[in-house]
């Protein structure tokens, strides 16, 4: 049980800490006072750290999803109110640990309305770098598709993937002949990278038209792709790109819990209809707001059968 | 053995925790290729974290390690 990582950062700490994420909240709504309380930036991130740890060793427990839940909604709170970092990928690998702890602690509708107002920084989507074009491209791909404002930012997820397989074959071969000792090292990040690429696409299909490749088993596709990318940063031993690949796995299949195509898949065929109609509402526009995923409390209501598949517009007697 | 890692290094803010340093060479042994960096270390850090360094001096050169590592006799 996770609990004890919990116990561990110790409840006055905890305690400090939401306190102080209120206190910047209020601050920040009423444009008044210092950014910076009794607790600093690099304390909180401390917190942050310990309570996504939480979240991943409680993420694979089968008691632990309340725990992850929490924690995840506290690491979340933090996030959004610490300094985002400078650097273009940095920042972006930020914004994207934010997203992926906000969806994971219910909070996923807060975080798209935050990357809306506050985007990421723009990343090198054509440096010369091959590495540095692919975590950028990954990156941008992910966070779209946590934000989804709309068709355009799930349009332009898949556009991220397909330029990168485009140019792939002229950049790949070049960069690792240059990377001597460490090319071994170098291209199973490279493995691991092409399959959250995959992982994204395969995500981004389904949010948009409720299958894949004419399937329904999104989870499993979603599944090969990362235990596939788990197995290379093991192999060559990328302890970060882990762990954010866990927090991505997990995070990818709550979002197919989430969906509105999974929620109402049992329902009847006129509420398959009706959800391929709110789904495509907005589809080339430029500012249309279509429905992708259902609010938890949504969630729970279909959940606890309050309606019949035999008439989805009238609650159960 | 993890936990209790983890469990020390959380409650004590980060700071309760040991650096570990090993130095690898086919030179002479000399106390100066760590003194530098252990005065360095020591601005640096305060207690309760501390640092271990070590250093090792081998008898093959350097060029033979990756070999050696793979299982060849010396």
């Not at chain 1, 994971?104 to 975080?111: K, P, Y």
């Not at chain 1, 696409?201 to 235990?227: A, H, K, N, P, S």
């Not at chain 1, 093991?234 to 997990?250: I, K, P, S, Y």
């Not at chain 2, 000399?30 to 001096?57: C, E, G, M, N």
Request: with cysteine; proline share 5%.
């Amino acid at each position: 049980m996770s609990a004890w990582i919990l116990d561990s950062l110790g409840p006055e700490r905890l305690e400090g800490a939401r306190t102080e994420v209120s206190r910047r909240l209020l601050r920040e709504a009423l444009a008044t006072g210092s950014r910076e309380g009794a607790i600093t930036d690099q304390d909180l991130r401390f917190v942050a750290d310990g309570l996504e740890l939480a979240v991943l060793d409680a993420m694979d427990q089968e008691d632990g999803l309340d725990t992850m839940r929490r924690a995840a909604a506290d690491a979340f709170a933090i996030l959004r109110v610490i300094a985002r970092p400078a650097d273009p990928q940095d920042n972006a690998t930020h914004c994207l640990r934010l997203a992926c702890l906000a969806v994971l602690g219910e909070r996923g509708a807060d975080a798209e309305r935050i990357l809306r107002e506050s985007p990421w920084r723009a990343l090198p989507l054509t440096s010369d770098s091959w590495i540095e074009r692919v975590l950028a491209a990954i990156s941008d791909a992910w966070l779209r598709v946590l934000r989804k404002d709309g068709w355009r930012d799930l349009e332009e997820a898949q556009q991220r993937v397909l330029d990168l397989r485009r140019a792939q074959q002229e950049h790949e071969a070049r960069y690792l002949a240059t990377r001597n000792s460490s090319a071994r090292t170098d291209a199973w990040e490279l493995v691991c990278l092409y399959h959250l690429a995959k992982a994204a696409e395969i995500l981004t299909i389904y949010t948009t038209q409720g299958e894949v490749d004419g399937g329904f088993d999104v989870r499993e596709q979603l599944g090969g792709q990362f235990d596939r990318a788990l197995t290379a940063c093991e192999r060559a031993e990328l302890l970060e790109l882990h762990t954010l690949t866990r927090l991505l796995r997990r995070t990818a299949a709550q979002m197919v819990d989430n969906s509105i195509w999974t929620v109402t898949r049992a329902v009847n065929s006129r509420v398959s209809r009706f959800v391929e109609e709110v789904v495509g509402h907005g589809r080339g526009q430029r500012h249309g707001r279509p429905i992708f995923e259902m609010l938890p409390p949504q969630r729970r209501t279909l959940a606890s059968a309050s309606i019949t598949p035999d008439s989805p517009t009238k609650p159960r007697p | 053995m993890y936990q209790e890692a983890v469990t020390h290094y959380l409650a004590s803010g980060g700071k309760l925790m040991v650096l570990f340093g090993v130095l690898i060479r086919d030179t002479a042994p000399t106390d100066k290729d760590l003194q530098s960096r252990s005065a360095a270390l020591a601005r640096s850090i305060d207690a309760p974290t501390t640092a271990v360094l070590q250093a090792w001096y081998l008898p093959e050169p350097i060029d033979r390690w990756p070999r050696l590592a793979m299982g060849a006799s010396p």
